[in-house]
T-cell receptor, first 112, second 117 residues
Framework: KNQVEQSPQSLIILEGKNCTLQ??????????LRWYKQDTGRGPVSLTI???SENTKSNGRYTATLDADTKQSSLHITASQLSDSASYIC???????????WGAGTKLIIKP | EPEVTQTPSHQVTQMGQEVILRCVPI?????FYWYRQILGQKVEFLVS????????KSEIFDDQFSVERPDGSNFTLKIRSTKLEDSAMYFC???????????????FGPGTRLTVL
């Protein structure tokens, strides 16, 4: 069954600290992996999109990694800011259709 | 910067009533999508639309749902006879290329919160 699992479910860190969010997937055939940021009550916003051949991709303070062999990805946030408080969702695109397989997200809270 | 817009931001309706949710995708995009997110749950794919027809739909998208691109700018989702369990946030998205064709970025609208009483 095609699934995306994320951990932890929620995370609280202090402003200025770094954190890493995890994503494991069992999706086939794999096309690409996306990380989205979703503020409460808002639509998801794309952070990175990584294809099979990409190991690392950065977008400002966000760095995503992908290990296609172990089917794992991580999102590292550096020097967190209060505005980073949001849900971070890992999404995998299949090569065969138009659907995206969504994870449940990690709810990140940054405290001052 | 171009963005996907959705109206209304909040819709309250009685069970059994029809609702139409509206979206204006980014103008040069060719692929359009509807998703829903029940409060506290995962985003769920409903349907994708290309070249004036449905290209893919999920099990959720049953006969009570329909989509339409009535003109060159709007993309609508109609729910014919709403049920309590249709209460959710509905997101429209668009992309320049199809997801099956590569890592095309999807841009999401702000959502319409549908409440069915």
């Amino acid at each position: 069954k095609n699934q995306v699992e994320q951990s932890p479910q929620s995370l609280i860190i202090l402003e200025g600290k770094n954190c890493t969010l995890q994503c494991n997937y069992t999706v086939s055939p794999f096309s690409n992996l996306r990380w989205y940021k979703q503020d409460t009550g808002r639509g998801p916003v794309s952070l990175t999109i990584m294809t099979f051949s990409e190991n690392t991709k950065s977008n400002g303070r966000y760095t995503a990694t992908l290990d296609a062999d172990t089917k794992q990805s991580s999102l590292h946030i550096t020097a967190s800011q209060l505005s980073d408080s949001a849900s971070y969702i890992c999404v995998v695109s299949m090569d065969s259709n138009y659907q995206l397989i969504w994870g449940a997200g990690t709810k990140l809270i940054i405290k001052p | 910067e171009p963005e996907v817009t959705q109206t209304p931001s909040h819709q309250v309706t009685q069970m059994g009533q029809e609702v139409i949710l509206r979206c204006v995708p980014i103008s040069n995009h060719l692929y359009f999508y509807w998703y829903r997110q029940i409060l506290g749950q995962k985003v769920e794919f409903l349907v994708s639309f290309y070249n004036n027809e449905i290209s893919e739909k999920s099990e959720i998208f049953d006969d009570q749902f329909s989509v339409e691109r009535p003109d060159g700018s709007n993309f609508t989702l109609k729910i014919r006879s709403t049920k309590l369990e249709d209460s959710a946030m509905y997101f429209c998205a668009s992309s320049e290329g199809g997801l099956a064709g590569g890592p095309h970025e999807q841009f999401f609208g702000p959502g319409t919160r549908l409440t069915v009483l």
